[in-house]
């Protein structure tokens, strides 16, 4: 079987021009044609050769940095931009949804809109008609059809901008993003139609930061990187080379250590499970910290204690351990800290380490240091991403039902 | 599938104009102008009213000042008529030039976010200027009823022509300058001034009769509007437009077609990355 999209050495080049306004004015135009000289230009490749295929009913996920190149592959992928050089060949309808609800207008009913974005994304007058029943039962917005979009709450504007690209039936669907808003229950909704979507045969292009999305719609990924193709494979692999890639300085390394202290912490390290040093964990990988230590004395009564603080720097949880007979005064001490998977939620953190004699007085101590963040790898939350915060720690909790 | 389509996205090539896409995106130019419609008059008392009443007050005050006051010649007509069938079809042209001057600028956002033939855009916002055209038109036939004016048989034939050479004229332009407007936004400013300086070269308040320079009258001739607005009038005065003057009119308005729709396609497809 042929392949439904054939992508050949794309490239893309971007003029940065150096203007002081956004967009060209005549006036300069014609000031440099009077002096011979063109506007200093400098040429941008926002992608360089890239070049893959995909298989009818392949969804695959494409990821990487902001400023990889994703939204500029998608955006020449629908057409709205052309190539520099390189040439994609497509067997079959695209539609893209690089936002959702595009071209609605407040001033227009729900209705209105529907028909209007509904053929812009390509489908036909009779299509929407035939599926405008279910287009506006998957909304939930029936009351409220008749009422122009700008008394609409924004939760309604989406759910109805959603329901009208659910219903879209093209070989390619091209999706940017787009999943990362709505609420947690429609969100959920829009998971499984775009489920269905895949499992019905159609190809399925899908950009998105929610790592855990795309490991659950995807099968295989491309990791963007500066332009480039830098890995494509299967989801996972992929999506784990990525989150390592990502690891960069976020190891805190003391270099002036203080003589006079008794205790002083030399270097903090978070480590994967293969003991690599990374700022990136899936919310069902071990996440291990790694403190070393110098004591010039062995104090009774000294403590290491270890927090998890929270994007807002508040703490979470703590882990103290008194040192007692566990450490040496001649070399450096080396702790490891295991935090259990599946302990804290996807969300950004940063760690606490002191030492210290519990209520009277810290020898060394350092706050926020060794930032991390934690992906969803498909939880049992992942649904309420970035909709809903539901906590910082996951709880093993249980359930018991009764019938009174 | 049941449709195997096999296309592909290159870098730009020579292209010239796509009908097939056109004639399969047709429902969009729909779409558009309904749209268009709807907001233009939504949250309005008077609704499509304003589409009567605009040119009706123009017709009046241009009837007090220049018809009572000034005494300028209008043919063989009561100068209510005349100047109402000149405002009718230039209404036209410079709503629909400054609509579709502004229109790709005004749907960025669409266009930076979704592929459709780009020439929707500016043929709708010349589409919405017809719609108000036709609504005066209504109005157009109550003046003629009231001051008894006779009227050749040849509107039919006329007025559909003239309306069609005045599209054209609107649609080069406007395709033109709204190529322009996505790159440079100097345009904006200069399309208003354009549309005022053309009004007054265009015979819709006066006849071109009055002026005495020859050389004059070719350059008004050259104005794409001028034959659209002398063959509108004809099947009302009955007096042949000079050949000469509608042949060079005629040019003007096919060149700019030319033109404005080339620079529009050769540009197009960098306006998602300019607007």
């Known amino acids: 079987m042929k392949p439904i999209l054939e992508v050949q050495h794309i490239g893309k080049k971007f003029r940065i021009q150096h203007l002081a306004g956004g967009y060209l004015s005549l006036r300069e135009r014609m000031v440099n044609a009077l002096k011979f000289q063109d506007n200093e230009v400098e040429d941008f490749w926002a992608l360089k050769d890239v070049s893959f295929e995909v298989q009818p009913g392949e969804s695959i996920g494409i990821i990487g940095r902001n400023g990889a190149g994703k939204s500029t592959l998608l955006k020449i992928l629908s057409k709205i931009t052309p190539p520099t050089t390189g040439r994609i060949i497509s067997r079959g309808r695209i539609a893209s949804l690089l936002e959702v609800g595009t071209g609605f207008h407040p001033e227009l009913t729900g209705r209105e809109n529907i028909f209007f974005n509904g053929s812009l994304l390509g489908m036909k007058r009779k299509e929407i008609e035939s599926k405008f029943d279910e287009i506006v039962d998957f909304s939930g917005v029936e009351k409220f059809l008749d009422t122009p979009l700008k008394h609409f709450s924004s939760g309604m504007q989406l759910r109805l901008a959603f329901a009208v690209a659910a219903f879209l039936e093209p070989e390619i669907l091209i999706i940017d993003e787009v999943l990362a808003v709505g609420d947690a229950e429609f969100q959920k909704k829009c998971l499984g139609k775009m489920e269905d979507v895949s499992k019905s045969g159609r190809t399925i292009l899908f950009v998105s930061h929610q790592l855990g999305m795309v490991s659950q719609l995807c099968k295989n990924a491309l990791l963007l990187e500066g332009g480039n193709i830098v890995q494509i494979g299967r989801a996972e692999e992929v999506i784990n080379s990525y989150t390592r890639s990502y690891s960069s300085n976020n190891v805190f390394v003391n270099e002036l250590t203080d003589q006079n202290k008794v205790y002083s912490i030399n270097s903090v390290k978070p480590l994967n499970a293969r003991m690599e040093i990374t700022s990136n964990f899936a919310h069902n990988e071990l996440i291990t910290l790694e403190v070393i230590f110098s004591a010039k004395q062995n104090l009774l009564n000294t403590n290491l204690l270890i927090a998890v603080n929270n994007k807002n720097g508040q703490r979470i949880f703590s882990a103290d351990k008194a040192l007692n007979d566990l450490i040496t005064v001649q070399n450096q001490n080396r702790v490891l800290l295991r935090i259990p998977s599946e302990t804290l939620t996807p969300g950004s953190y940063s760690f606490f380490v002191a030492i210290h004699c519990p209520n009277t007085m810290s020898y060394d101590s350092k706050d926020l240091i060794c930032p991390f963040t934690v992906f969803d790898n498909g939880s049992a939350f992942v649904q309420y991403e970035n909709k809903w915060f539901y906590g910082d720690v996951f709880v093993k909790c249980e359930w018991e039902f009764f019938s009174i | ?275």
């Open chain 2, 1 to 275: 599938m049941i449709e195997p389509i096999e296309y592909s996205i290159e870098s730009t090539g020579r292209k010239w104009f796509e009908w097939k896409e056109l004639w399969r995106y047709r429902e969009l130019f729909y779409f558009f102008t309904w749209r268009d419609i709807k907001i233009k008059y939504k949250q309005t008392v008077l609704g499509f009213l304003w589409a009567i009443l605009q040119p009706l007050f123009m017709m009046l005050i241009f009837t007090f000042f220049f018809g009572r006051a000034l005494n300028i010649p209008s043919q063989n007509l009561p100068y209510p008529v005349y100047v109402f069938s000149g405002l009718l079809i230039w209404n036209m042209f410079s709503a629909g030039l400054t609509s579709a001057s502004n229109s790709m600028v005004n749907n960025a956002l669409i266009i930076k976010k979704i592929y459709f033939p780009r020439l929707i855009i500016p043929v709708s916002a010349i589409l919405v200027a017809l719609f108000d055209f036709l609504m005066a038109f209504i109005l157009f036939i109550g003046i003629l009823l009231y001051y008894q004016q006779p009227v050749s048989w040849l509107f039919i034939l006329i007025w559909p022509l003239s309306l069609l050479v005045a599209m054209v004229a609107t649609l080069g332009l406007g395709a033109w300058l709204a190529a322009l407007n996505v790159k440079y936004r100097d345009f904006r400013y200069v399309i208003p001034f354009l549309v005022q300086v053309m009004f007054f070269l265009t015979p819709v308040i006066y006849p071109i009769s009055m002026l005495n320079y020859p050389v004059l009258k070719y350059l008004l001739a050259c104005s794409p509007m001028f034959a659209a607005v002398e063959l509108f009038r004809f099947p009302l005065t009955g007096l042949l437009p000079d050949p000469i003057f509608m042949a060079l009119s005629l040019t003007s308005g096919l060149l700019f077609l030319i033109v404005g729709i080339l620079y529009f396609k050769r540009t197009e497809d960098f306006f998602a990355d300019f607007a």
